[in-house]
């Protein structure tokens, strides 16, 4: 039987709990046995499945597709695609979707793995970062930064790959998908322009910035913010050292840095935090990094949590936020 959603099954859905955002369905935050996910089917009659890894990825989709496909969210909002460890149900949506988003360079290697493992075909895969250089994380050019997305310039090419891959294997549709994509690309030079207005009214010596994980190279690069400390690197998977931690101390210190910021989708702040307050700076606020954030969080979609964290990152870098040693998250 085809797995669509109708209005029916869409409230028997939300009765059964299970986190339905719109027509999107969180697989990864299902409840046993709520929905049979063997009832994905491929090339659906219908709707075609678009399993994605990742919550941005999921809304560039959305933009794309509109109603199109029927979305399929692995790892959900304020969810860390580091770490994620899939299910037997991401499997089987995976098995069966027409086509798998994910952003590639490294930043979901658990699902990655399942990809592989279940020997999905490449035309039904797409890694939305492709055809991007990527900075490396050391001078051994070893570990890439897969955070491109955080540069708008960059999430265009997100749009346009998502566009070609929707066009392969759903090419009745590839004329609305390729307006959409149209739109979206102008909207986000227009978000894209608005975001250095902000951003341009932080004075230069605050232009720095200190988060949990390395994240924001990329979007340093493009806004003119300097990156310089985190606690992870560009992964959470590898846990920090109790010297790395030293050195933030004293990086703080010598520096006289105002404020760290964390970040929603990195549990375990508390040892930043910590460290942030021995040092005596503050915390500027919660960033949208690796996710967006839930519907009433201001950053639940790729245009908001642009927008917001530009928002954060003006009131932290100006004088704002808040003591660390009182600091709760
Ligand atoms: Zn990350």
Redesign the pocket.
Known sequence: MAFTLSKATRTLLVITSVLLVGDLIVVGLVGTGAIDPARFTVGDAERPVVVSSTTFLDDLILRVAGDKVNRVLLVGPGG???TYQPTTRDQVAIERAALVVLNGWG?EPGIEEMVESVGKPAHRVLHAAQGMEPHYEDDARTVPD??MWLSIPRAKVYVANIRDALERVDPANAALYRANANATERELDVLDAHIRRILATIPADNRSLITT???FRYFGNEYGIRVVDTLWG???EVDYSPQDRAQLVQYLRQNRVPAVFVES??ARVEEFVGAACEAEARVGGTLF??SLGLPGSGGHTYFTMMLKNAEILVTGLTGGGEDACTWKP
């Open positions: 860390d695609p580091h930043l897969p955070h994980h390395d994240a560009v992964s959470t989708s990195v990094s690796d």
